[in-house]
């Protein structure tokens, strides 16, 4: 039976049997737009610091990133990422498969983003050797850091990390368990679209978010374009958090 998009991110996750903070789900590693914009999406229905939750990245023209998530911060992304960040929101978010292949996704009244995902042979050639890898190799830094460099230009995405460290200071390995190439359908942020970037997404596991002092708002929308990005269903971990703050940043 073939195993589409939504089947794959629909199917139960069971997180990885290490120590350390653990995620399961899937993720939209991240897509540019020509107007400066910038989305990325993490849906983990499965985690060891509290309920399952989704979250929305988003970088406007001038560099200020916003998370927005449907749990606390301190229980999200933000967790990891909050010295990068400019705001956060709790608000509503939604991932909600509309077809096999189909991803639409909401936060607030804010921002609405339609992905449709597809496959080619560097997918399938990337997932069969997925299934074949023995499950220590998905544990080793060297290993993780040799798919990386590999997947980026085998997929056209760009740059790939899978293992490395985020704003707050913890590392990170991500096991990347499937993947698709995500086209953007459509994209509104604030009322107004925006078109994708014609050059291949950067993408990156989590990559590191650089923060800067401008924080302009939104004022494009998204429409069809060749640029693309990654959906990958996905087990990460991370260490237990030192005693350095989760977030710096403001709702």
Known sequence: MTITPQSAAERSCELPRVTGERFAGY???????????????????????????????????????????????????????????????QTDVRAEWTGPADLHVMAGSELEWDLRMSTSPSTTAMNVAGKLMP???????????????????????????????????????????????????????????????????????????????????CSRRCRPGSSRSMLIVISQRVPAPSTRPVTESST
Do not use: K
């Open 27 to 89: 993720a939209v590693i991240g897509a540019p737009f020509a107007s400066g914009h910038y989305l990325a999406l993490r849906r983990f229905p499965a985690n060891s610091i509290g309920d399952g939750y989704t979250s929305v990245w988003h970088r406007d023209p001038g560099g200020a990133w916003t998370v927005y998530s449907d749990v606390p911060p301190e229980q999200s992304c933000p967790r990891f990422l909050g010295h990068a960040l400019s705001r956060t929101e």
């Open 135 to 217: 499950d220590a190799l998905w544990h080793s830094p060297a290993v993780l850091s040799a798919m990386g460099r590999a997947a980026g230009p085998m997929l056209g995405v760009g740059r790939v990390r899978l293992g490395g460290h985020v704003p707050n200071g913890q590392w990170f390995r991500a096991n990347p368990r499937q993947l698709w190439t995500a086209h953007t359908v459509r994209a509104v942020v604030g009322r107004v679209r925006s078109r994708p970037r014609r050059s291949a997404a950067r993408a990156g596991g989590i990559r590191r978010l650089l923060a800067a002092a401008a924080r302009a708002r």
